[in-house]
């Protein structure tokens, strides 16, 4: 989707609490779907990824579900750490790209508080 | 993961002069790089798409003669921001994916101040 305007959605968090992040894609079509992870001031870092054929994939730490109805991933940190504090980002890949182009979301700023 | 390096990590440069970004997969092949350019508090902009020994292909509303994309080997892409000016400053990531996945691995970025 395009990014508008100069304000990230923010989430706050507090440290220990699972954090949730949502996202709503633009493509049903759309067959692959990754959650990257940046930093202040550095690249994206890969997080999860899912494909269509999936609603749910867990890694550590880290759920992603993937909703095709309402063309919605959600993102689930579980017991948030400082470190989590970053701005996260779906990404969407539609099915007619063998190249691999991604569609990044707005983002969501995360900040965990003590 | 795989390992994507940038450089330079930061440039200053004067209106009207020309920078070259280089992006580097080092760890792996890369046969499809990415351009993307990120506006403070905002998304990535995917400006390019180069695959190695062929011409990239630019998003709509991305000047091609402006932004000059080389990907010479499967290993190295490069970036040419042509006549800079101060509206091109921006923060401009690089990143890489191979042949068998789809999962592009992102450089550290560079920071393109044009004074």
């Known amino acids: 989707g395009e990014s508008v305007g100069l304000h990230l959605p923010t989430l706050s968090v507090q440290e220990g609490d699972n954090s949730i992040i949502n996202c709503a894609y633009s493509n049903s079509a759309s067959d692959y779907f990754i959650w990257y992870k940046q930093e202040s001031g550095k690249g994206p870092q890969f997080i999860i990824d899912?494909?269509?054929?999936?609603d749910k994939r867990q890694g550590q730490r880290v759920t992603v579900l993937l909703n095709k109805t309402v063309k919605h991933l959600s993102l689930q940190i579980a017991a948030t750490q400082p470190g989590d504090s970053a701005v996260y980002f779906c990404?969407?890949?539609?099915?007619?790209?063998?190249?691999?182009?991604?569609?990044f979301g707005a983002g969501t700023q995360v900040v965990v508080t003590p | 993961g795989a390992v994507v390096s940038q450089h330079p990590s930061w440039v200053i440069c004067k209106s009207g002069t020309s920078v070259k970004i280089e992006c580097r997969s080092l760890?792996?092949?890369?046969?499809?790089m990415f351009w993307y350019r990120q506006f403070p508090k905002q998304s990535l902009m995917l400006m390019a798409t180069s695959n190695e020994g062929s011409k990239a292909t630019y998003e709509q509303g991305v000047e091609k003669d402006k932004f000059l994309i080389n990907h010479a080997s499967l290993t190295l892409s490069t970036l040419t921001v042509t006549s800079a000016h101060p509206e091109d400053s921006s923060f401009y990531i690089c990143s890489a994916s191979g042949a068998l996945s789809y999962e592009q691995y992102f450089g550290p970025g560079t920071r393109l101040t044009v004074t």
């Open positions: 990404a969407e890949k539609g099915p007619t790209d063998s190249w691999g182009k991604l569609q």
């Open positions: 899912i494909r269509s054929n999936m």
């Open positions: 760890d792996f092949q890369a046969t499809t």
